[in-house]
């Protein structure tokens, strides 16, 4: 039956026969065990940073500086952009405070994330996640075009992250620790689950049926990044995996120097994208081999 020492030597074996790195995070909210590989490793963030931005968002709605219901204006600067949607509007459209941190989480909307860290402050987000222990992770630019400017983190840091958000729904207690509300928490839990770029953490896993009674579903609250310098190419996804009857696993898995092509011939972003899919699908399987042996 699983145990966490052979999730750990499955999870490293997946990561040591490719031909890049890949680090982890990942703990099992059930029984509070967890492993990583390379866990304090400071890399670039890409677009998993959008979490932390999401939960200092909801800060700065929980201190009454904005409203969920707010219409905001996105700046035309922020339209040079080749990630989400909002990209291809006309400029002038308004939109609501929320509905940006929607877009910004689930198609990775870059007017949105502009938008939001402007109105935050680059300061500001920065101190809440010092406040809450993400002593690893640094947000430099709001915007991808900022020059010379990578944003960083850790596995372990956007893991411990995940584990507030998930604890602070139904307890005022972690979620004075976000410095928020366990509604607002629950807000940003939904926005997470409902991401659209499910080629990563989800991939090999069953999708929810629309009836929710599809045996075997797995839900995914996640958030997905790549990045890409004149020295290295990475693509990563964080989130937390829900099984069925089991509290849920965390995953955070980066994957950095990547090649755009493989001795074998395989695009590097395929290969980055099915490791990820792999480590998640040992993590499921994991939870229910742990279900199996209590019945």
Known sequence: MGSINQLDQAL?????????????????????????????????????????????AMKFVNEGKISLTDDIVPDSKYFDTHSGCFQHFLPGFKVKFQDLLTMMIIVSDNVSTGTVTEILTMDY???????????????????????????????NDVGGLL?????????EEYASKLQSTPELC????????????????????????????????VKVAHKTGSYQTEYSIGYSDSGIIYPPEHEGMILCAYTDNVPQYLDNGDSGIYSATNVIGSLALECFLYTQKKSLRKT
């Open 186 to 217: 629950q807000l940003a839990m939904d926005i997470l689950l409902a991401q659209k770029l499910n080629n990563r953490l989800p991939l090999k896993l069953a999708a929810p049926s629309a009836t929710g009674t599809q045996e075997g579903n």
């Open 125 to 155: 987000i920065n101190e809440f996640c010092q406040s809450i222990g993400m002593t690893n992770t640094n947000h430099l630019a709001g915007f991808q075009n900022t020059i010379n400017k990578i944003n960083s983190t850790t596995p």
């Open 163 to 171: 584990e507030l958000i998930h604890k602070s729904v139904t307890d």
């Open 12 to 56: 490293n074996k997946l990561c040591d026969d490719v031909q890049f790195d890949v680090k982890w995070h990942v703990k099992d909210l059930k029984t509070g065990e967890s492993l990583n590989r390379n866990g304090d490793k400071i890399g670039p963030s890409a677009s998993t940073r959008k979490i932390s931005i999401l939960m200092a």
